[in-house]
């Protein structure tokens, strides 16, 4: 079956700290992934995707590259603000109409 | 554009009671309506998808119930709410194909006294 698994948290960085998070996943075929953002007392929020092997999806200073080869998906930020303190979750679509999603990873960057 | 709507925002229900949340999409035709519960600092745990009006699948056996009456509009019940029942509830969305992204409404805090 099809499954996402992220870095465990809490991480706490200082404003403008490089930020990863790492996400592998174990799917057949080629699923299109997605990194979300969960601010506290929110819903998610779609924060990128990629469909295919190598692309790049950015967004809002975030970046992550689909790597086939590695079966991974991790999300970085070069510089992070207060205001990226979120839960993030990385997640994958492998032809279907559900998403599996990883536990989600909390980060709290101070000022 | 597309936009989802889920309301109440908090909830405060006693034990036994009936729930009712309701769900709705606006800006699309026919898309796919999902229910997921997430419990304090945990993940997402799906409990009903819809991929047509009527067309409700169950991921988790439970005390809850899903309808879609109408095309945009996805409902979710309970007869006798439990203590467990407690948690954030968040609508979603997505086109009414594979390998979409789902879009999320702002979520039902629902708390069980």
């Known amino acids: 079956g099809n499954s996402v698994t992220q870095m465990e948290g809490p991480v706490t960085l200082s404003e403008e700290a490089f930020l990863t998070i790492n996400c592998t996943y174990t799917?057949?075929?080629?699923?299109?992934l997605f990194w979300y953002v969960q601010y506290p007392g929110e819903g998610l929020q779609l924060l990128l995707k990629?469909?295919?092997?190598?692309d790049k999806g950015s967004n809002k200073g975030f970046e992550a590259t689909y790597r086939k080869e590695t079966t991974s998906f991790h999300l970085e930020k070069g510089s992070v603000q207060v205001s990226d303190s979120a839960v993030y979750f990385c997640a994958l679509n492998n032809n279907d109409y559900k998403l599996s999603f990883g536990a989600g990873t909390t980060v709290t960057v101070r000022a | 554009s597309q936009t989802i709507h889920q309301w109440p925002a908090t909830l405060v229900q006693p034990v036994g009671s009936p729930l009712s949340l309701e769900c709705t999409v606006e800006g699309t035709s026919n898309p796919n309506l999902y229910w997921y519960r997430q419990a304090a600092g945990r993940g997402l745990q799906l409990l009903f998808y819809s991929v047509g009006i009527g067309q409700i699948s169950s991921e988790v056996p439970q005390n809850l119930s899903a309808s879609r009456p109408q095309d945009r509009q996805f409902i979710l019940s309970s007869k006798k709410l439990l203590l467990s029942d407690s948690g954030f509830y968040l609508c979603?969305?997505?086109?009414?194909?594979?390998?979409?992204?789902?879009?999320f409404g702002d979520g039902t805090r629902l708390s069980i006294l």
């Open positions: 979603a969305w997505s086109e009414g194909t594979v390998n979409q992204p789902q879009h």
């Open positions: 799917a057949t075929g080629y699923p299109s």
């Open positions: 990629a469909t295919k092997a190598d």
